[in-house]
């Protein structure tokens, strides 16, 4: 489904390691999936490939992500603060995330310059996450 709120793309970059990425990638799938008011899924490669292929082409993993309904928080605030405890749990992790032709990396341990940054981030696509702007939100 993703025909309904802001369209975001999720990717975890590894430096190159395909292998690494896929299985990260699957995590913070698992981690998003089940979430109220959001709709994860895997974005389609642009050559399909068989179950199990790992040829030439594959390319980066990576999600893409939805709102589904109204929710108490923003679709984006909710996106951020689970990316943010998935990025926590091991040493280097970190997702890009992109809204249109914006985009911002995430990690587990942001200090106070990437902290403003994402804040930044949210209140420029919070226009199109939910019913109106909260400006209490962090």
Not at 97 to 102: I, K, P, R
């Amino acid at each position: 489904m993703r025909d309904g709120g802001t369209l975001w793309t999720l990717a975890v970059p590894t430096g190159g390691d395909t292998l690494r990425q896929e299985r990260l990638t699957r995590d913070l799938h698992a981690t998003l999936h089940g979430t109220d008011g959001l709709v994860v899924g895997f974005h389609d490669a642009d050559e399909p490939t068989g179950s199990g292929h790992k040829g030439a082409g594959v390319g980066e993993v990576a999600l893409w992500a939805a709102g589904t309904a109204a929710v108490a928080r923003p679709a984006s605030q909710v996106l951020i603060t689970l990316i943010k405890e998935w990025c926590a749990k091991e040493r280097h992790r970190k997702v890009v995330v992109t809204v249109g032709d914006d985009s911002i990396e995430i990690t587990g341990r942001p200090d106070v310059a990437q902290e403003r940054m994402v804040r930044e981030f949210q209140d420029r696509v919070a226009a199109d996450d939910g019913p109106e702007p909260d400006d209490g939100a962090v």
